[in-house]
């Protein structure tokens, strides 16, 4: 199973996040990702974004908040939702390659599932959100290489939209 899980930074966490980097690559080394990156705002960085693969919901949650800089105080909040990975690709299989970055775009909603767009050239990672049992649709996740990116998801269908800056992660 996928899950989405959305580290949001506190306000001057960057130099604990700076002294724990080793220790949270490491950690990050111990599972199979799908996506990752850190996401950004105006050149600040402001949290990461991991896809993560793991037997069930209880072990995507002590990856979320096991992680090292989780544990040290560096983030005010954590996201974790079941993804469901609908283009069937992790990011380092997008045709569009590392270079250039993109924006993590979360659409939170109810109801039936939004329409996968057909702009599939800017998709680097596509996914619903579901319930810990996948059976309700809660949003959206999407990382998109776009212009627009809001636009990806169907205007009026959301009942909250974020866009956050984002780029590629893991080791280089």
Same mark, same amino acid.
């Given at each position: 199973?996928?899950?989405?899980?959305? &580290?949001?930074?506190?306000?001057?966490?960057? @130099?604990?996040?700076?002294?724990?980097?080793?220790?949270?690559? $490491?950690y990050?080394?111990g599972?199979?990702?799908?996506?990752?990156?850190?996401?950004?705002?105006?050149?600040?960085?402001?949290?990461?974004?991991?896809?993560?693969?793991? @037997?069930d919901?209880?072990? =995507?949650?002590?990856?979320?908040?096991?992680e090292?800089? &989780?544990?040290?105080?560096?983030?005010?909040?954590?996201?974790?939702?079941r /993804?469901?990975?609908?283009?069937?690709?992790?990011?380092?299989?997008? @045709?569009?390659?590392?270079?250039?970055?993109?924006?993590?775009?979360?659409?939170?909603?109810s109801?039936?599932?939004?329409?996968?767009?057909?702009?599939?050239?800017?998709?680097?990672?596509?996914?619903?959100l579901?319930s810990?049992?996948?059976?309700? /649709?809660?949003?959206? =996740?999407?990382?998109?290489?776009?212009?627009?990116?809001? $636009?990806?998801?169907?205007?009026?269908?959301?009942?909250?939209v974020?866009? &956050?800056? /984002?780029?590629?992660?893991?080791?280089?």
């Open positions: 199973m996928e899950f989405l899980c959305y &580290h949001r930074d506190r306000p001057g966490s960057m @130099p604990l996040r700076e002294a724990l980097a080793e220790e949270h690559w $490491s990050m080394d599972f199979e990702l799908v996506a990752r990156g850190p996401t950004f705002a105006d050149g600040v960085v402001t949290g990461s974004v991991h896809v993560v693969e793991v @037997p919901a209880a072990a =995507a949650r002590a990856f979320a908040f096991d090292p800089i &989780h544990q040290a105080g560096g983030y005010r909040d954590v996201l974790v939702r /993804w469901d990975n609908v283009l069937g690709r992790s990011v380092g299989d997008f @045709p569009g390659g590392r270079e250039g970055g993109g924006h993590l775009v979360l659409g939170f909603g109801g039936e599932p939004d329409t996968v767009p057909g702009r599939l050239d800017e998709l680097i990672a596509y996914g619903r579901l810990d049992d996948g059976t309700t /649709w809660l949003g959206t =996740a999407a990382l998109v290489r776009s212009a627009d990116p809001a $636009s990806v998801l169907t205007a009026g269908r959301y009942d909250a974020e866009v &956050h800056e /984002w780029e590629f992660g893991g080791r280089r």
